[in-house]
């Protein structure tokens, strides 16, 4: 099961990460992300809502696959999963939430900032890790360096990308997919212009990896 985490790098070039209050705008906003080619979608733990705004997606947009992101505890990784989560991420690792992964079963993608970090987690039987926060931790010049000693873990950079260099990532070949709130400014969600979304998401998945 964990390894399924394969499936949602996959999907797509992009992985929209999504800050909602609720329901009411994660279901139109998931809908406008999958039509534009962005399916796999992670919905931040960061709002009272967000819970809501998953079960909403997984149960209402059958053409996303909805992940739960911001996971900092085994408390949040079972909700999440209650709520439907196809896959959680989080920023970081720590022993506890190993541990509490390993007994919910859930695809996850672990987050890592270090050589040291990203090592741990392989021991752990982690191969496919979330890059945080990947431009201020040293961008894509720090991924190609690792490429070489650590050529077996695929990562999902997030974190201060953009449509301007989300491509400089997606070239290296130790680079899954990246992730990132710019295909769902919070202004446009404000303003619930789903079509404009849609166009962000059309122009991110027309990225080469
Ligand atoms: O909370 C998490 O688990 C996250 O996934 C954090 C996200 O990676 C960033 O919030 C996205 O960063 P920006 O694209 O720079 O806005």
Not at 2 to 10: F, S
Not at 43 to 59: C, D, H, Q, S, Y
Not at 97 to 125: F, H, K, N, Y
Request: hydrophobic share 55%; charged share 20%; net charge neutral.
């Amino acid at each position: 099961m964990l390894d399924k985490i394969d499936r949602v790098i996959a999907a797509a070039p992009v992985i929209p990460v999504v800050t909602v209050r609720g329901a009411e705008d994660a279901v139109p906003l998931a809908r406008a992300l999958a039509a534009g080619g962005l399916p796999a979608v992670e919905v931040t733990l960061r709002t009272p809502g967000a819970l809501a705004a998953l079960e909403a997606i997984a149960k209402n947009v059958p053409e996303a696959i909805a992940g739960a992101g911001t996971v900092l505890s085994t408390g949040q990784a079972k909700a999440a999963a209650d709520a439907g989560a196809a896959f959680l991420v989080s920023p970081g690792a720590t022993d506890d939430l190993i541990a509490g992964i390993r007994a919910v079963d859930i695809p996850w993608l672990p987050g890592a900032a270090t050589a040291s970090e990203v090592m741990r987690l392989r021991e752990a039987g982690f191969f496919r890790q979330k890059f945080f926060p990947a431009e201020q931790a040293g961008g894509a010049a720090m991924l190609k360096g690792w490429g070489a000693p650590l050529p077996d873990i695929v990562f999902c950079p997030t974190g201060g990308i953009t449509a301007a260099n989300a491509q400089d990532y997606l070239s290296l070949p130790n680079v899954g997919c990246v992730g990132g709130s710019w295909v769902a400014p919070a202004k446009l969600i404000a303003e619930k212009d789903w079509a404009a979304i849609e166009k962000l998401a059309k122009a991110a998945a027309a990225l080469r990896r």
